[in-house]
C-alpha cells in the first residue's frame, strides 16, 4: 500500500475548501470530496486539521475578505464626517458585493448557522465584531446602544441580500440596495453626528 501524500500547508486545505465552496455550495462539500481535490485521503486531512475546524477556517476566511475590501472606506466615510453608524451601511454594502461575487460562500457564512454555533469563540465573535472596527467614537452607553441597534440592521440586510439571491419577493439588486438603505434610514439614521466629545 502506497502512503498517502501530505499537505504542504494547512492553510491550503482552509483555501481550498474555500474555493470549493465557492464553486460547488456547501450542500455537497465533504471531507472525502476535499481529499479528492487534495489528492490525499480524507483520513489524511484530519492529521491536520478537524472538519470543523475547516469550516471555522472557511468562515475565518470570508470575513478576512470582506474586511479587507471594508478597510479603505472606514476612514473616509466613517472618521472623516464622524458618523460611526455609517459603517453598518458600508458593511451592508460589501455584504451585498460579497454576496454577489460568491454567493454559495454567503450562503454558508451567513445561512448555514455553522458559524454562530462553532465552538470556536473567536470565530462566533466574528458575527458581532463590527462595532470594533469604530472604537472610541461613542461613550460607553451610546456604543452598546448602538451595537444592538447595529445588529438589528444587518439582521435587516442579511435578510434582504438572501431574499436577493434566492430571487424571493422579487427581489433583484436594485430594489435589495433601496430596502437596505431604508431599513438604515430607520434603525441607524438617528445616530449621525452622536459621538463622544475627544478628551483633552
Same mark, same amino acid.
Given at each position: 500500500?502506497?502512503?498517502?501524500?501530505?499537505?504542504?500547508?494547512?492553510?491550503?486545505?482552509?483555501?481550498t475548501a474555500y474555493d470549493l465552496i465557492d464553486r460547488e455550495g456547501y450542500e455537497d462539500?465533504?471531507?472525502?470530496?476535499?481529499?479528492?481535490?487534495? &489528492?490525499?485521503?480524507?483520513?489524511?486531512?484530519?492529521?491536520?486539521?478537524?472538519?470543523?475546524?475547516?469550516?471555522?477556517?472557511?468562515i475565518a476566511r470570508g470575513f478576512e475578505e470582506i474586511t479587507e475590501a471594508l478597510k @479603505? !472606506? +472606514? @476612514?473616509?466615510?466613517?472618521?472623516?464626517?464622524?458618523?460611526?453608524?455609517?459603517?453598518?451601511?458600508?458593511?451592508?454594502?460589501?455584504?451585498?458585493? =460579497?454576496?454577489?461575487?460568491?454567493?454559495?460562500?454567503? !450562503?454558508?457564512?451567513? %445561512?448555514?448557522?455553522?458559524?454562530p454555533t462553532t465552538g470556536d469563540p473567536k470565530v462566533r465573535r466574528l458575527y458581532w465584531? &463590527? +462595532?470594533?472596527?469604530? @472604537? &472610541?467614537?461613542?461613550? @460607553?452607553?451610546? %456604543?452598546?446602544?448602538?451595537?444592538?441597534?447595529?445588529?438589528?440592521?444587518?439582521?435587516?440586510?442579511? &435578510?434582504?441580500?438572501?431574499?436577493?439571491?434566492?430571487?424571493?419577493?422579487?427581489?433583484?439588486?436594485?430594489?435589495?440596495?433601496?430596502? +437596505?438603505?431604508?431599513? =438604515?434610514?430607520?434603525?441607524?439614521?438617528? =445616530?449621525?453626528?452622536?459621538?463622544?466629545?475627544?478628551?483633552?
Amino acid at each position: 500500500m502506497g502512503r498517502s501524500k501530505r499537505v504542504a500547508d494547512p492553510g491550503d486545505i482552509v483555501q481550498t475548501a474555500y474555493d470549493l465552496i465557492d464553486r460547488e455550495g456547501y450542500e455537497d462539500f465533504s471531507a472525502r470530496r476535499l481529499a479528492q481535490i487534495l &489528492g490525499v485521503s480524507h483520513m489524511t486531512l484530519y492529521n491536520y486539521l478537524a472538519f470543523g475546524e475547516i469550516l471555522d477556517g472557511v468562515i475565518a476566511r470570508g470575513f478576512e475578505e470582506i474586511t479587507e475590501a471594508l478597510k @479603505p !472606506r +472606514i @476612514p473616509e466615510e466613517v472618521e472623516g464626517p464622524c458618523r460611526p453608524c455609517a459603517l453598518f451601511k458600508i458593511i451592508a454594502e460589501e455584504l451585498l458585493e =460579497y454576496a454577489k461575487r460568491r454567493p454559495n460562500l454567503y !450562503r454558508f457564512v451567513f %445561512q448555514s448557522g455553522f458559524g454562530p454555533t462553532t465552538g470556536d469563540p473567536k470565530v462566533r465573535r466574528l458575527y458581532w465584531s &463590527g +462595532i470594533d472596527l469604530i @472604537p &472610541g467614537l461613542l461613550d @460607553p452607553v451610546r %456604543q452598546e446602544e448602538l451595537r444592538r441597534d447595529g445588529f438589528l440592521f444587518l439582521v435587516l440586510a442579511n &435578510g434582504l441580500i438572501l431574499a436577493f439571491l434566492s430571487g424571493r419577493h422579487d427581489m433583484d439588486e436594485g430594489s435589495c440596495r433601496r430596502n +437596505i438603505e431604508r431599513g =438604515y434610514s430607520l434603525i441607524l439614521g438617528g =445616530y449621525s453626528g452622536r459621538v463622544s466629545s475627544p478628551s483633552r
